[in-house]
């Protein structure tokens, strides 16, 4: 069994990211959350007793104050999240194309960067976790969603070579393929098509699930779709 | 969460299927094991007060009896598994023809004949999960065991289609893709290469947090190897 | 370049076997047939000039025998196509399994036996290609249609395999997707959605190509779509 | 058939993009290259009577004025093709940031920009193909090349996206995947190893089959590789 003391969760909003922050704290990691605007991030860090940084994940210089800041605060972190996305849809002749680079620049540059500073610490602690947050865009390039497929099948990329690379150093990199629409914050699911959006608490459970592996047994990707979600 | 009362296990043996039946009747699972040899099952027989069935899976009127006779003892089937497989190796030049199609009977159509008697119950009662076991060669077809690949690609295709078909009806259809090799009862994990083998024990973890999933966030396929596994 | 000089055809039909035949023929090639009716193959053969066969694919000896009347009457095979697929629909639950194993030895098996007798010839001389015939099944599990799915994903395996140990021995095997309906014989394409249906002759064009592709540089997979096929 | 008249080679060098210049120049094409460094490019413009261009392809405004300059010598560009790449290696720790972003700038950002341009062209005239050359990267991500296999994923993402939303507007649009190293410039084959690494022709020949196919039969992507090379 693992024995994972604290977590950093980059990306962190009030969906799966806050559902992750409430399991992990249920579980007794002390955790760190970071986000551009850590202003929404209050409510958690209150009811959970987190610590709270702003960091902008797509600036090398930002990735790094925030990985040092969790240094001073935290000391070792045992497993890092990677959340953030940035989208944009439209005809491929229509895009702008400073939206496609930031598309590239939040979903995938911040991933590495996270996935770097993250590597650098776990390896000289020889262990750790690194999950990343992917979606069904990760695997399929849908039409009009260009730049979301560019940046998620570059994280994939990423964590594929991570995960090469880093598992056979006791670091577990693993992807999660979120394929359907998450429940937003506050609503319900729909009485006429019940359990249609993904719970948050549900994914997160998954992610804790891959976070408890064995490392005889590990799992690089997981894909996690509604029941009535069409594939 | 899943309210899940009884469990069929095909192809039960002393590693995997063992394992899943330990942690099955641990969570308080009625449990029913299948095999063409049942001798072999007597101890786990004892052991967790299972009822044992013989039973051949690739033959129709074989895995018709089992359903029958599972019916009559336990009631309702919730999980059903099916582990079979038959495997030859060769070049392709060299190989028994009576053998390759041995191992497309028992390791696909038996799936198919299990998960066809599996899903007539489940569609009754409106739930239920069905877990096949796959390998590295429900993915890649390596030299010299095409017939493994053939009939561990013919179980996927299979599992996939069932999936698309029963998620909707409230069944959950997943496939493990068991990428690495299962450390053989009775035996340690080499002292010089720690862990290198998958756990059965781990193996069935993962299983039954698939079986734990809510409809909300399903896989429908996981991939399970050890850390020094190259892939 | 290749230096073809025959080609044995597996499960001629008047679709894409006969256009494949054709451009065989047409490009010097002496071609066979072989069906398990060769009656509908009587005005190819006098059109063609080709030998016909008659051989139930799925069958060890038929194949064997299939093999030595082609050795008596055109000498070595440098290029063998195997078509044949035989599919069932239907939930399920509802599925016929003698249907289910049809599909499984027609599609699947009588590849092997195919490629298992193709490979033994063309070891002998060093060189040849073994091309297969799949479908959108080959790659996507679709519901109600598991029986063709196991079929072709079984054959995908087979020829993965294959394409890995025989390349490096000059025999060039690869894998036809075809997704999307082929333009029935007889039939024209719709005015209201043009070029819609696979042109048989197109499709032949393409696996023209890969013969000719030079051994640095080979394809063991592709994949054919209509430009208005979603996939 | 297809029947274009004009190319762009953007990522020009002396390796596939001059076998591309030579076979679409003896095809009847007239020929534009477009490179970083132009003067490498002299010998082709002299041989081949091709335009040639100075373009950063990951610079938005180098690209709209290398299109606009085409437009004023070629007029319309039938067939774009996409090469460039940029890639470093080293684990994951030790890569500098500044790199790894430039390998997505290069090998993704700027096929979406070259992408872009063309399809806005072709839309206009209501056909035309783009073809984008991946590697071994875009489908694996090996350990210590995570960079390149971030820019070849997003890269083989784009591809899809504009693939499925362009082909009904009947713009062919291709993706590459050279899996195993092409013969550079000037040297031969390995005399104890022949035909191990791709001829550069030889894959010019690829590139153009798929350019003449018919559109009731497009591949979206394809693989070359050695017959000697692992898979």
Chains 1, 2, 3, 4 share one sequence.
Not at 78 to 98: H, K
Request: hydrophobic letters at 45%; charged letters at 20%; proline letters at 5%.
């Amino acid at each position: 069994m693992t024995d994972f003391k604290t977590a950093l969760i980059v990306g962190a909003g009030d969906g799966l990211s806050a559902a992750l922050a409430r399991l992990f704290t249920d579980n007794g990691l002390q955790v760190a959350l970071a986000a551009r605007n850590i202003d929404k991030l209050q409510s958690l860090k209150d009811k959970l007793g987190a610590h709270t940084f702003q960091c902008d994940a797509s600036q090398v210089d930002s990735v790094l104050q925030l990985f040092n800041a969790v240094d001073a605060s935290l000391g070792a972190r045992d497993v890092v999240v990677y959340n953030p996305s940035y989208r944009t849809r439209g005809p491929i002749a229509e895009l702008d194309p400073a939206a496609v680079q930031q598309a590239l620049m939040v979903t995938a540059y911040g991933g590495f960067l996270v996935g770097q500073q993250a590597t650098k610490r776990m390896e000289a602690t020889g262990k750790g976790a690194i999950l990343f947050t992917g979606a069904s865009a990760s695997v399929k390039g849908y039409p009009h969603s260009a730049p979301f497929a560019m940046g998620k099948f570059a994280l994939r990329g990423l964590v594929q070579s991570m995960a090469r690379e880093l598992a056979p150093k006791n670091i577990h990199v693993a992807h999660f393929i979120i394929d359907g629409a998450i429940l937003p914050p506050g609503q319900q699911q729909p009485t006429d098509s019940p359990d249609r959006f993904l719970e948050p608490n549900e994914i997160a459970t998954s992610y804790w699930h891959v976070l408890q592996q064995h490392r005889s047994t590990w799992t690089w990707e997981m894909e996690l779709r509604p029941w009535v979600e069409r594939f």
